[in-house]
Structure formats: structure tokens, C-alpha cells
């Protein structure tokens, strides 16, 4: 059986569900291996029943935490020594040698990007449209929260300045490679694949070897908890799903757990794993480890997240209507386009306060209109075969 092969990042929740999806749909025709640098999360490729390769230098809690503030912006300090990616590069290439893929699926291991490229081995990529190349080419906002002229400077850095690029410039030319002037160049692959409803998108036509695929997010086998399905089957108070994903900001956690006290909802939170020890959380907010979204979505009447793309289409799956708070560009993009569409409204994470989280949720609660939107923005989603659009995709490219 032909084999291939997913680079992904094992501490990212929906990055790692996202190839596994992927993965299922090439099962029946190839041998999938998986392989990871660390995250708490890699363990879901093993229980999806995939092989997981550990390859190292392993990314520690520090590094991990320093990968989470590079993707959110908050630096641009560079993740990775030149030793370090040269560890990861020849890894990677010892790996592609021992499995020999047919092709690959690149996640956002930028490393695995210049492997593949030594290896001259056929790279996919699965990335949401929100800031990804063309979205930028096309002049469409960094942020829905600064002016024009500083989106279009904002832009033209992003295209044209190699920020985190150094130790990647200089591990390129060890092998041969042209130094990317960016990092899109290495977020590339030969083929990409965006999965965002076009229908529902800010761009309505994509480049050569780039293609729509619709809606891809996690599919979770985990049950709900017993005592969170009889609180979500039995109370009669307006339900609200609370979640902030795998790249939480504990300040704005803390700052829109306030916005909800004194309001007559109950509230299902998995943010277990983003409290210290000294929060306090309102008495009708119920914390969770991680839970099944989109059957807990089916029972809430709103929910209010960090707009990660997989969560953003998931509350669309379920008609939810809701109120996102980006922790990062590119989630804050993911929340505009729903905002655009009328199934969402938005707060700017530095503006998050009671008042405004308070005001919001009411607004949500109280106007049908949100409602209506999120469940045409559903029928529009339903339209879409993805698996069917993905698998051609790989077929019409590999074959």
C-alpha cells in the first residue's frame, strides 16, 4: 500500500484534528504515518488509529509557549536555532527516507516544508484563507480593527520582510535551497488546499494549484459527559458554550468569564486546562476538560470562542450564532467573516471587558436575526461534499 505522510503540530488542537480528518478520507487507499515534535495533543493521532512517528529536538512547555506568542503576534523573536531547525531538517529527511510517501500534507511544521523540498517530495497544504497568500495579494484586511492605509502597510511587511525567516534563510542555503523572502513561501506547498465555504469567504477566486475545499474541522467520538448532558437536556435558562481553543490568552480568559456574572444563562466551559489556580469562575458557569463542540453545540443557544477556524465552522455547523474573540489575526479574520455575514458579532481582545462581553451575549440572546443568519449560513455549509472535494483533489494531483 502507497504511504503518506502528515507533519503536525501535536500541541494544536485543531491543526492535529484537522490532518486527521484528512487522514481518514486517504485510509482505505494509503498507509498513513503521522509524525510530531511533542503537544499534548499528538495522542489523538494514535487513537484515531494512524502511526505517530516522535521525531526531536522535542518542543518543551517554554518552547511550545514561545510558538503559541509568535502565532498570535505577540513576537517575532525567532522560534528555532540554526542547529536546531538542521536537527529537525535531517530528521524529517531520514524519515522521508525510511517511509518513502507518495506525497505529504505539510500541517504547519515549516520545517517539513524545506524537507520536502530536498526530497523533491509533493507537498500538500491544508491552511484557512484568512491571511494566507492570496487573501493578502488580494489587498483584503490584516485586521478589521485598523485603518486601510496601516492594513496596507501591514501587508506589504508581511510580503515583502522575512520576519522569523533568519535560521530559515540560512538552513535553505545549506541544502541548496533558495532562501525564502517570507514566511508564506515556506507555509506552501505545491498544492494548497483552503478550507473555508467559498460561498461564505472574503475572496472569490483563488491562484493556480490553490482550491476551496469547504468546511474541515474535528469530529470527535468523545461522548458528552453525563452530568453536562442532563444540565444542557433539563434547565430551561438560555445555554451559552463558552470555549477559547488551544491558544487561550488567561487575561482575556479571566476578563470575559466576568461578563458573565449576573446573567440568568447556564454556561459549558472546557477551559479546564487554562485556569490557575487562583481563578475565581461564576457559580453558573460549569468548567470542563475537553468536550465534544459540535453535540454540545447542538443543545446551546450561543456560543462565544477565540474564532479558530475549526471552531468558527463548527458553530456554523450547528447554527449557533456567536460572539468571537480573536487571540490572534487570523482568528480575528475568521470571526469578521461571520461578523460580515450576520451570524456573529465581535470584540477586539484588548477591549474585552464585562460590560462589553455582558452587552454582547444580551445582544445575541435577544435578536432573532443572528439566529436566522446562522442557520442559512448551516443550509449554505450542507451544500458542500467536502470529502469528496478533498479526495479529487488529491487524485487530480497525484495521479
Known amino acids: 500500500m502507497k504511504k503518506v505522510l502528515f507533519g503536525v503540530v501535536g500541541w494544536n488542537i485543531a491543526e492535529t484534528t484537522r490532518m486527521i480528518e484528512v487522514a481518514k478520507l486517504l485510509r482505505s487507499e494509503y498507509e498513513c504515518h503521522f509524525f510530531s515534535y511533542g503537544g499534548k495533543f499528538e495522542q489523538l493521532v494514535e487513537e484515531a488509529g494512524f502511526t505517530l512517528h516522535h521525531l526531536k529536538p522535542v518542543e518543551d512547555d517554554a ?15 525567532q522560534p528555532w536555532t540554526l542547529e536546531e531547525l538542521k536537527q529537525r531538517i535531517e530528521n524529517e529527511i531520514q524519515l ?109 477566486s483563488l491562484p493556480k494549484n490553490w482550491y476551496f475545499s469547504g468546511p474541515l474541522f474535528a469530529h470527535l467520538d468523545t461522548p458528552i459527559p453525563e452530568n453536562i448532558k442532563v444540565l444542557l437536556e433539563t434547565t430551561d435558562k438560555p445555554k451559552i458554550y463558552f470555549a477559547m481553543g488551544s491558544s487561550a490568552n488567561h487575561h482575556v480568559l479571566r476578563k470575559t468569564l466576568e461578563g458573565f456574572y449576573g446573567l440568568d444563562v447556564v454556561v459549558v466551559a472546557p477551559i479546564k486546562s487554562h485556569l490557575k489556580q487562583d481563578d475565581v469562575v461564576p457559580k453558573n458557569v460549569y468548567v470542563t476538560d475537553w468536550l465534544p463542540a459540535l453535540e454540545v ?77 446562522a442557520l442559512l449560513a448551516k443550509s449554505m455549509m450542507e451544500q458542500i461534499n467536502v470529502s469528496k472535494i478533498i479526495v479529487d483533489i488529491i487524485k487530480q494531483n497525484t495521479l
Open 96 to 204: 522521508i527516507d525510511t517511509i518513502k510517501p507518495s506525497f505529504a500534507f505539510l500541517g504547519s511544521v515549516l520545517s517539513f516544508s524545506l524537507s520536502c523540498r530536498i526530497k523533491k517530495v509533493k507537498l500538500f497544504n491544508i491552511v484557512p484563507l484568512a491571511l494566507s497568500r492570496p487573501y493578502l495579494e488580494a489587498g483584503l484586511p490584516m485586521s478589521p480593527f485598523t485603518p486601510k492605509f496601516l492594513n496596507q502597510i501591514a501587508v506589504w511587511i508581511l510580503l515583502n520582510v522575512p520576519l522569523v525567516m533568519g535560521n530559515f534563510r540560512k538552513v535553505s542555503k545549506l541544502y541548496g535551497l533558495k532562501p525564502p523572502k517570507n514566511a508564506f513561501e515556506v507555509w506552501t506547498g505545491d498544492i494548497n488546499i483552503v478550507t473555508d465555504v467559498k460561498e461564505l469567504s472574503m475572496l472569490q
Open 297 to 373: 453545540l447542538k443543545h446551546v443557544d450561543i456560543a462565544v470562542t477565540h474564532g479558530g477556524q475549526g471552531t468558527v465552522q463548527t458553530n456554523i455547523a450547528a447554527g449557533v450564532p456567536f460572539l468571537g474573540i480573536g487571540m490572534q489575526p487570523e482568528q480575528s479574520l475568521n470571526i469578521y467573516q461571520s461578523v460580515k455575514f450576520g451570524n456573529a458579532l465581535q470584540i477586539q481582545k484588548k477591549k474585552v471587558n464585562k460590560h462589553n462581553v455582558k452587552e454582547a451575549i444580551l445582544k445575541l440572546l435577544s435578536e432573532d436575526e443572528y439566529r436566522k443568519r
Open 63 to 77: 518552547k511550545i509557549q514561545h510558538l503559541w506568542k509568535v502565532d498570535r503576534g505577540e513576537t517575532f523573536k
